[in-house]
């Protein structure tokens, strides 16, 4: 079944929707570099509670956001785990990852709703049709500057559409090196996976709302599809 979505410009598919609900935000003339007050202190608190173990609560959502990935033959395990479980490991780190203003927004509500992310560069692969489906056998990209390559076979990708050809660019698990913002951004989107059948705290409107709320600090124009 699909689900389609359109706020502005952008049309959004959704072919995975009795797995995962896609929160969608674009955010344009961002402004990358320079101080986020307001982050720092909401990251610092996150990072203070991190320190601690689970809750009950938290970990029965750690576990939704992996068993919504199980699709086909993909086991969402090891290296093939959600991204939020990998930030878990580095909060407790004295350096914690900064990258750019944008990507640091998306770690911080990755960390703190533990809800896998992606965001992305919209200048580096203008479209405006994206599609989310599980990948499949000869679908990859590489993911770092190494070049490491994630295979998709079942994986949950997002897709940019192009004169009918799809391109993969992210995942809950990584995304492509490719698209990822960078100092110079200036536009760029975000994808939210929400496990579509899980009915308590968090929900994927309170997710958006707050990612919305620190984009629009740096940012001229925010747009929310969810």
């Not at 992305?120 to 203008?126: L, S």
């Not at 994630?150 to 997002?158: N, P």
């Not at 660019?169 to 975000?190: C, F, H, M, Y």
Request: glycine letters at 4%; proline letters at 5%.
């Amino acid at each position: 079944m699909n689900s389609f979505t359109k706020e502005s410009r952008f049309m959004i598919e959704n072919h995975l929707q009795d797995y995962v609900r896609i929160g969608f935000i674009t955010a344009t003339d961002i402004q990358v570099t320079g101080d986020h007050p307001e982050l720092e202190r909401r990251l610092e608190k996150v990072r203070e509670r991190r320190k601690k173990p689970l809750t009950e609560r938290e970990d029965d959502f750690r576990i939704a956001c992996r068993d919504m990935m199980r699709i086909g033959s993909y086991k969402p395990t090891g290296r093939s785990k959600p991204a939020p479980e990998y930030l878990l490991r580095e909060s407790g780190e004295e350096k914690f990852p900064r990258i750019n203003t944008v990507a640091d927004i998306s770690n911080y509500i990755s960390l703190k709703y533990l809800v896998p992310v992606s965001v992305w560069d919209t200048e580096k692969i203008e479209a405006d049709y994206w599609r989310f489906r599980a990948g499949r056998e000869d679908e990859s990209y590489i993911f770092n500057p190494s070049g490491q390559v994630i295979e998709l076979k079942d994986v949950v990708t997002g897709f940019v559409v192009k004169n009918d050809r799809e391109i993969p660019i992210v995942s809950p698990v990584k995304d492509s090196q490719e698209t990822k913002t960078t100092g110079l951004t200036r536009n760029a989107a975000v994808a939210v996976y929400h496990p579509a059948h899980w009915a308590g705290e968090p929900q994927l409107h309170d997710i958006i709302d707050e990612f919305s709320h620190l984009l629009r600090e740096i940012s001229e124009t925010v747009t929310v599809n969810s």
